[in-house]
C-alpha cells in the first residue's frame, strides 16, 4: 500500500514546486552574503570599525547571517522528504 497524493497537481507541477526554493535561496544567500561582507570590510579599518559602531549595520549584520542560515535550510528543504514519497519530484 503506497502513498497517495494529496494534491490534483501533475508531475509536471511539482517539478518547478520542487526546483523554484533551491533557486530563490541561492539567490537569497548570495545577496545576504554580499551584505555581510560590504558591512564586516571597509576601505581602511577605521572605515570597518565606524560601521560596526553603528547600531543600523550590526542590525543589518545580524538580519543577513540569519537569511543566510534560513537560505540554506530552505534550499535543503525538499531534499529531507523520505524516497518513497509519491508526489515530490525524483
Known sequence: MGLQRSTDLSDEQL???????????VLSFLGSAWIMA???TGRDSDTKR???KHPYHRLLL???????VESIANFFSTWALPAETS???E
Open 15 to 25: 517539478i518547478p514546486i520542487a526546483i523554484l526554493p533551491k533557486i530563490t535561496s
Open 50 to 52: 565606524a560601521k560596526l
Open 38 to 40: 560590504e558591512v564586516l
Open 62 to 68: 545580524g538580519m543577513s547571517f540569519l537569511d543566510t
Open 87 to 89: 508526489n515530490a519530484w
